[in-house]
């Protein structure tokens, strides 16, 4: 039986500025359209966020996430996660807001503190559409991506009695300790999805040592009690995916880790990317993942039973 593989499709995030690409969703009814697209080109679970749409800023107010979270629901099968990293800059009370109000199938759930550096860009980007970017940007360099060990409680018991399942990111290997400390206390039961992140200034580089270093211990950690999935930051998107792919795993791409779709080429949308990732997937033999096989794969509740 050929293997499943589950892409998720991050189609916004909360990094990236207007400025970087003109393709970057930001208004409520483009994220919309954004998040139905990459269902169409193969993706079987959307990790979203919300941005201000007259500025671009990212938004974690629930009031931000209803203007869309209804529309891709009534027109799409795919499977909703919202995230609870928001932005660098948020407190994690706001962070966590629309997860607990409207209670999806999958959250994000960030597994450490961290420096989160992408200052670099300004060494490229000059011009910007709004006065917000360039500090916001700069900033990255004296800030650090608070997750503490109460911070990722705090998160886990919001949510326990809601099933929500997570995409636990890990940035660095002691993230990958600091999940199997909370799956010892028993706030974290299998199966686990976990989300490798390489490539980000202040995490685990992207070399495919790293990715080796990850999957082996994830291995030792957790054996098969989880599902493991991968993104690459920009230009490393698709080569880690493709290893992830090599090493059994699951992938995850959009605009939200890279705004390219090849060499020098600005993704026209998120659809393009994932398309790019199914027919990877298709030419090594393996399957594309429906959202009803990624809800079995990963055991989550159903989209019946969220609150939006």
Avoid at 140 to 169: H, K, P, Y
Avoid at 264 to 282: F, W, Y
Wanted: aromatic share 8%.
């Amino acid at each position: 039986m050929s293997r499943k593989v589950i892409i998720t499709c991050a189609v916004t995030g909360g990094i990236h500025t207007p400025s970087m690409s003109p393709h970057l969703p930001i208004t409520p009814s483009e994220i919309a359209e954004a998040a139905i697209g990459a269902r169409e080109a193969g993706a079987a679970i959307v990790h979203l966020h919300a941005r201000n749409p007259e500025t671009g800023q990212p938004d974690q107010s629930p009031e931000a996430y209803e203007q869309f979270l209804g529309v891709i629901k009534q027109r799409s099968d795919v499977v909703i996660n919202i995230t609870t990293g928001g932005a660098p800059t948020m407190l994690v009370e706001e962070r966590l807001a629309p997860a607990a109000v409207f209670k999806p199938e999958v959250a994000s759930l960030n597994m450490g503190s961290m420096n989160f550096g992408i200052y670099p860009i300004l060494d490229k980007l000059k011009k910007f559409k709004h006065d917000w970017e360039e500090p916001y940007i700069e900033g990255s360099r004296d800030r650090v991506f608070r997750n503490t060990f109460a911070d990722i409680e705090g998160i886990l018991a919001t949510c326990a009695d809601n099933n929500t399942r997570f995409e636990i990111e890990c940035y660095d290997i002691g993230h990958l300790y600091t999940l199997h400390h909370f799956v010892q206390r028993g706030l974290v039961t299998p199966p686990f999805f976990v989300q490798s992140v390489f490539g980000i200034l202040g995490g685990i580089g992207a070399h495919p040592e790293d990715v080796l270093h990850m999957r082996r211990t994830a291995d030792r950690l957790f054996g098969d009690d989880y599902r493991w999935s991968v993104l690459g930051a920009g230009k490393h998107q698709m080569p880690i995916a493709t290893q992830s792919m090599l090493l059994g795993g699951h992938l995850r791409v959009g605009l939200e880790d890279s705004l390219h779709a090849g060499r020098g080429r600005l993704a026209k949308s998120n659809a393009e990317q994932v398309t790019i990732a199914r027919e990877m997937i298709e030419h090594m033999g393996f399957e594309v993942a429906t959202p009803d096989e990624a809800r079995e794969i990963l055991n989550l509740k159903g989209g019946d039973k969220v609150d939006f």
